[in-house]
């Protein structure tokens, strides 16, 4: 079953049409990326998700309802959840305010406890760092500090916008890591990402965004030697 599916979607920045009817599902349980380059659209792709753009039209199905004119926090109580690009960690406040911050509603309070641990259990370096401000940590730790912050809003569906972006490769392969260890616990994930191969290596199925229209679709390890993917992306 999809926990999302996306239907049609077009989305505007004033006049200027980015998105020209994207369809994509993600089904429950399952690690889906979307794949394409810069300016693609992808991050257009997610704000509209979030319902962080003016214009959109559409659907944005997400456990069987349109959410498409709900308010964003209406969105993440339902349990769609968005670490976005460039991380957004707050600089001045400590690793553990960032993560508090992540619990913002009332379901997510309850259970803020239960997922600190988590979150600490998966990133033990940010437990070392609870009291340090965040804007004192490398990038690859901002990055899991706003992963973690995800998990703190108790994620249906966590949607990842690039969380590989200006990390070292050496932290790249561990973020991807986390990752994978959170889909085997369960959790729905939405990938976006420019590193194609690290990404269908995770992933079960992929979309190919280009100039805002999905180009190809498929199983990751179909997709992996799809000519028009290795066309894309490797110049073969
Ligand atoms: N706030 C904005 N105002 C106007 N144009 C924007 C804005 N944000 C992004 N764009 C444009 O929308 C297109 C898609 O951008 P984006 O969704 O960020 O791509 P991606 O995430 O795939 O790199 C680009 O041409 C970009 O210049
Ligand atoms: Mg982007």
Redesign the pocket.
């Known amino acids: 079953m999809a926990i999302l599916e996306v239907k049609n979607l077009k989305a505007y920045?004033d006049e200027?049409q980015?998105l020209w009817g994207v369809n994509f599902k993600v089904e429950k349980g399952s690690l889906t990326t979307i794949l394409?380059p810069?300016?693609?659209?992808?991050?257009?792709?997610l704000k509209a998700i979030m319902g962080l753009l003016d214009k959109v039209e559409g659907e944005i199905i997400f456990e069987g309802e349109n959410i498409k004119n709900l308010p964003p926090y209406k969105r993440v109580e339902r349990g769609l959840v968005l670490v976005p690009?460039g991380r957004m960690i707050f600089p001045e406040l400590t690793v553990l305010e960032n993560l508090e911050i992540g619990a913002y509603t009332s379901k997510a309070r309850k259970f803020a406890k239960k997922n600190l641990e988590h979150v600490f259990e998966l990133f033990p370096r940010l437990k070392e760092r609870i009291h340090q401000k965040a804007g004192t940590l490398s990038g690859g730790e901002q990055q899991m500090l706003a992963i973690g912050r995800g998990i703190m809003a108790c994620p249906k569906l966590l949607i990842l916008d690039e969380p590989s972006l200006g990390l070292a490769p050496k932290l790249v392969l561990s973020i991807f890591e986390i990752i994978k260890k959170l889909k085997e616990e369960g959790i729905t994930l939405l990938l976006v990402e420019q590193n194609v191969h690290l990404a269908l290596n995770i992933a079960d199925y992929g979309y190919i965004?280009e100039n805002g229209k999905i180009v190809d679709e498929g199983d990751a390890k179909k997709l992996e030697n799809d000519p028009k993917v290795l066309e894309a992306y490797l110049g073969i």
């Open positions: 920045y200027v980015i394409g810069n300016g693609a659209g992808k991050t257009t792709t690009e965004l």
